[in-house]
């Protein structure tokens, strides 16, 4: 590493911060939630760590640091980095793919459980004082589809497989020779109907690009059985949401979870909050105790890698925005 400048954009009190002491010795930290924190040091720095600060902030730093080789954002999710300037560089770009991925693999699985026992309906039952005996479904033999077969959803079909169900998935390059245990069938993005008309639940875990964008829509809500259940826990614009919002409301589907949406917050007046058949979840399926210590070891482990000159982990293919 010829250039032993880090900045780190974030809120200096962020307590995950004080990992890094290890590294100090090897670099000088810099840490700011604004340009100006940067002046006079982002002409000489190497690498950026994107801790939490927004896209038009890395932009910002970013533009005045010619001689940065490395960014990393602590998130899964690129689409708001993606500037021209970043994009056109030859910098390197990784993400934190993997680290919340088995959380989000574990909500999946209880969304799964939740619609087929019904568990609304026991709790409005508990609330209401009322012995009501009802069938439940079981989950062995049903279907899971998984749209965008990437980290998370080896995530989802690990976790799922075990319980019996049987698992389609799509990806943008479909294998020639299929050896994955998990998954009984891969389909291509354009064979996403067929792949829909099979499935008992469907999770979208793809990341947000220009092919993914609304790319569950009317057609594919028309596909899906009327006891099909859709989880999102990859990026809400993934699915088009007033398409959603029609098949919930006239009950063509069974239900939804979601733990991301088109606007964060959710606005309070926002069809989904009173919707009996959605599960809503904001935007926490994967904040566990330590979710931001792994994020940050990630980093660290990274930083030793570029540090050393050995391949980083994680990398971003920037003009296909995973």
């Known amino acids: 590493m010829t250039n032993n400048t880090l900045l780190v954009l974030a809120d200096p009190l962020e307590p995950q911060l004080s990992m890094m002491e290890t590294l100090k010795t090897e670099v000088n930290i810099i840490v700011g939630n604004s ?22 902030l890395l932009r910002e730093v970013f533009r005045k640091c010619p001689k940065v080789r490395w960014v990393h954002t ?50 409005r039952n508990q609330a209401a004082g009322v012995w009501e005996p009802f069938d439940v479904m079981p989950i062995s033999d049903q279907t899971l589809g998984i749209i965008g077969y990437g980290d998370i959803g080896h ?11 049987r698992i389609l998935a799509i990806k943008r390059h479909v294998p020639a020779l299929h050896k994955d245990e998990l998954v009984e069938q891969i389909y291509s ?31 594919e809500f028309a596909a899906l059985k009327p006891n099909a259940v859709v989880i999102n826990v990859g990026r809400g614009p993934v699915i088009d949401e007033e398409a959603l919002i029609r098949a919930l409301s006239e009950g063509r589907i ?43 070891q990630l980093f660290i482990a990274q930083f030793e ?18």
């Open 155 to 165: 995530a989802v079909a690990s976790r799922v497989r075990p319980m019996g169900m």
């Open 189 to 219: 993005p354009d064979r996403r109907i067929e792949m829909l008309s099979r499935c008992d639940y469907v999770v979208a875990t793809a990341p947000l690009t220009s092919e993914t964008r609304g790319m569950i829509g009317e057609p």
């Open 35 to 56: 340009a100006g924190a940067f002046e006079g040091v982002a002409a000489g720095a190497g690498a950026i760590l994107n801790w939490s600060g927004p896209g038009s």
């Open 254 to 296: 069974k239900g939804a979870a979601l733990d991301v949406f088109n606007h964060e917050p959710l606005p309070k007046d926002h069809p989904f909050y009173k919707l009996e058949n959605v599960l809503l979840c904001p935007h926490c399926a994967d904040h566990t105790h330590d979710w931001l210590d792994n994020a940050m």
């Open 305 to 322: 890698r570029f540090r050393r000159g050995q391949p980083l982990m994680n990398v971003v293919d920037k003009k296909l925005g995973y």
């Open 74 to 123: 602590r998130s899964a999710g690129v689409e708001g980095l993606l500037f021209p300037e970043l994009v056109e560089s030859s910098v390197t770009l990784t993400n934190g793919t993997g680290t919340f991925s088995p959380s989000l693999g574990e909500f999946v699985l209880a969304a799964i459980l939740y619609f087929a026992k019904d568990l609304r309906r026991m709790i």
